[in-house]
Nanobody, 114 residues
Framework: QVQLVESGGGLVQPGGSLRLSCVAS????????MAWYRQVTGKQRELVAS??????SNYADSVKDRFTISRDGTKKVYLQMISLKPEDTARYYC?????????WGQGTQVTVSS
Protein backbone atom coordinates (compact mmCIF):
# COMPACT_ATOMS: atom_id res chain seq x y z
CA GLN A 1 0.00 0.00 0.00
CA VAL A 2 2.85 2.40 0.77
CA GLN A 3 4.55 3.82 -2.30
CA LEU A 4 7.52 6.16 -2.54
CA VAL A 5 8.49 8.18 -5.58
CA GLU A 6 11.81 9.99 -5.85
CA SER A 7 12.68 12.82 -8.19
CA GLY A 8 15.37 15.43 -8.73
CA GLY A 9 18.33 13.34 -9.78
CA GLY A 10 20.49 14.22 -12.74
CA LEU A 11 23.92 15.12 -14.01
CA VAL A 12 25.77 17.80 -12.04
CA GLN A 13 29.27 19.22 -12.19
CA PRO A 14 31.58 18.85 -9.18
CA GLY A 15 30.83 21.59 -6.70
CA GLY A 16 27.27 21.86 -7.90
CA SER A 17 24.01 21.45 -6.03
CA LEU A 18 20.96 19.27 -6.36
CA ARG A 19 17.79 18.70 -4.38
CA LEU A 20 16.13 15.32 -4.25
CA SER A 21 12.47 14.92 -3.37
CA CYS A 22 10.46 11.95 -2.21
CA VAL A 23 6.70 11.76 -1.90
CA ALA A 24 5.04 8.92 -0.05
CA SER A 25 1.49 7.74 -0.45
CA UNK A 26 -0.69 5.17 1.24
CA UNK A 27 -1.25 4.21 4.86
CA UNK A 28 1.46 6.21 6.57
CA UNK A 29 1.43 6.96 10.26
CA UNK A 30 2.82 10.08 11.86
CA UNK A 31 5.47 8.00 13.63
CA UNK A 32 7.18 7.06 10.38
CA UNK A 33 10.86 7.77 9.94
CA MET A 34 12.29 8.55 6.52
CA ALA A 35 15.77 8.35 5.08
CA TRP A 36 17.91 8.56 1.98
CA TYR A 37 20.21 5.74 0.97
CA ARG A 38 22.54 5.47 -1.98
CA GLN A 39 24.01 2.57 -3.86
CA VAL A 40 26.69 2.14 -6.47
CA THR A 41 26.44 -0.90 -8.72
CA GLY A 42 28.26 -3.81 -7.13
CA LYS A 43 28.49 -2.21 -3.70
CA GLN A 44 26.44 -2.22 -0.53
CA ARG A 45 23.64 0.26 -0.08
CA GLU A 46 24.61 2.89 2.45
CA LEU A 47 22.63 5.23 4.64
CA VAL A 48 23.13 8.86 3.68
CA ALA A 49 20.75 10.67 5.99
CA SER A 50 17.73 9.93 8.13
CA UNK A 51 15.07 11.94 9.87
CA UNK A 52 12.60 10.93 12.54
CA UNK A 53 8.99 11.94 12.88
CA UNK A 54 10.16 14.49 15.43
CA UNK A 55 12.63 16.06 13.03
CA UNK A 56 15.84 14.64 14.47
CA SER A 57 18.37 13.98 11.70
CA ASN A 58 21.54 11.96 11.26
CA TYR A 59 24.11 11.92 8.47
CA ALA A 60 26.88 9.77 7.15
CA ASP A 61 30.26 11.32 7.86
CA SER A 62 30.97 11.58 4.15
CA VAL A 63 28.06 13.96 3.56
CA LYS A 64 27.86 15.82 6.85
CA ASP A 65 27.97 19.61 6.36
CA ARG A 66 27.13 19.21 2.66
CA PHE A 67 23.77 17.44 2.65
CA THR A 68 20.64 18.43 4.53
CA ILE A 69 17.62 16.21 5.02
CA SER A 70 14.26 17.76 5.76
CA ARG A 71 10.64 16.76 5.69
CA ASP A 72 7.36 18.43 4.99
CA GLY A 73 4.80 16.72 7.14
CA THR A 74 4.62 12.96 7.27
CA LYS A 75 4.79 12.08 3.60
CA LYS A 76 7.48 14.23 2.00
CA VAL A 77 11.21 14.23 2.48
CA TYR A 78 13.97 16.16 0.75
CA LEU A 79 17.71 15.93 0.44
CA GLN A 80 19.49 19.18 -0.33
CA MET A 81 22.96 18.45 -1.64
CA ILE A 82 25.67 21.07 -2.08
CA SER A 83 29.37 20.93 -2.94
CA LEU A 84 28.81 17.68 -4.77
CA LYS A 85 31.77 15.42 -5.41
CA PRO A 86 32.31 12.67 -7.97
CA GLU A 87 32.19 10.13 -5.14
CA ASP A 88 28.60 11.18 -4.47
CA THR A 89 27.64 9.53 -7.75
CA ALA A 90 25.12 6.79 -7.00
CA ARG A 91 21.51 5.84 -7.24
CA TYR A 92 19.67 7.46 -4.36
CA TYR A 93 16.74 5.69 -2.73
CA CYS A 94 14.04 7.03 -0.46
CA UNK A 95 13.17 4.89 2.54
CA UNK A 96 10.25 4.96 4.91
CA UNK A 97 10.14 2.92 8.09
CA UNK A 98 7.11 2.38 10.26
CA UNK A 99 6.07 -0.35 12.65
CA UNK A 100 9.20 -2.32 11.86
CA UNK A 101 8.60 -2.37 8.10
CA UNK A 102 10.74 -0.74 5.43
CA UNK A 103 9.43 0.66 2.17
CA TRP A 104 11.57 1.77 -0.75
CA GLY A 105 11.27 3.96 -3.79
CA GLN A 106 12.60 3.10 -7.22
CA GLY A 107 15.59 5.39 -6.86
CA THR A 108 16.88 8.39 -8.75
CA GLN A 109 20.31 8.57 -10.32
CA VAL A 110 22.77 11.27 -9.30
CA THR A 111 25.89 11.63 -11.41
CA VAL A 112 28.58 14.14 -10.49
CA SER A 113 31.00 14.63 -13.35
CA SER A 114 32.70 17.31 -15.38
Amino acid sequence: QVQLVESGGGLVQPGGSLRLSCVASGAIFNIASMAWYRQVTGKQRELVASITSGGSSNYADSVKDRFTISRDGTKKVYLQMISLKPEDTARYYCNLRQLGLDFWGQGTQVTVSS
